[in-house]
């Protein structure tokens, strides 16, 4: 268990719906990032947040915004899901910017019919 | 821009032989280099590391070397178990921005 909470575990849900994912960083990690995952794909970097703000942006969608709260936990925003978006989202987070090691979580599954 | 380039993308190996994945990156300053294992429906593990200043690092069953001049560095597994079958990903860590980048991975398959 990496100490990386990532919530829901699975969504079904239908095109053109929004959903919101959510992280709870390790205790004590400052920094939170966010990865797609498509089937048989690597690691895509969304978005990186670090202590309330926005560090760093990947190949992120304008349909997808993302925040970090003063709690440290995170949430992904998706909208106008289209059917290309099911894939598997996961969370991963780190003490620093600093800091090449992240601890991911085990992922949320996106399904969208 | 900076690239991590990770081969082989698939890798089968028989039960109790070898298994080398390769790494290449491109950005000079990355210190860090990171290998995670991504079993069936999981999210990434951390499996082992290696910073810039250390040429060979082994934990058990697997080790990691680097060699900065070429930009280049390596998992190696030895004798595989089928525990192993999973997807490995390498990164590298640049403190010139501090960033991560992650190999495309390597599926793993140990054949009994």
């Known amino acids: 268990d990496s100490g990386v909470t990532q919530t829901p575990k699975h969504l079904i849900t239908a095109t053109g719906q929004r959903v919101t994912l959510r992280c709870s960083p390790r205790s004590g990690d400052l920094s939170v990032y966010w990865y797609q995952q498509s089937l048989d794909q690597g690691l895509q970097f969304l978005i990186q947040y670090y202590n309330g703000e926005e560090r760093a942006k990947g190949n992120i969608l304008e349909r997808f915004s993302a925040q970090q709260f003063p709690d440290l936990h995170s949430e992904l925003n998706l909208s106008s899901l289209e059917l290309g978006d099911s894939a598997l989202y996961f969370c991963a987070s780190s003490r620093q910017v600093r800091e090449g090691t992240i601890y991911f979580g085990e992922g949320s599954w996106l399904t969208v019919v | 821009g900076e690239n991590v380039e990770q081969h082989p993308s698939t890798l089968s190996v028989q039960e109790g032989d070898s298994a080398v994945i390769k790494c290449t990156y491109s950005d000079s300053a990355s210190n860090y280099f990171p290998w995670y294992k991504q079993e069936l429906g999981k999210g990434p593990q951390l499996i082992i590391d290696?910073?810039?200043?250390?040429g060979e690092k082994k934990d058990q069953r697997i080790a990691v070397t680097l060699n900065k001049t070429a930009k280049h560095f390596s998992l190696h597994i030895t004798e595989t178990q089928p525990e192993d079958s999973a997807v490995y990903f390498c990164a590298s860590f640049s403190n010139r921005d501090d960033k991560i980048i992650f190999g495309k991975g390597t599926r793993l398959h140990i054949l009994p």
């Open positions: 290696i910073r810039s200043n250390v």
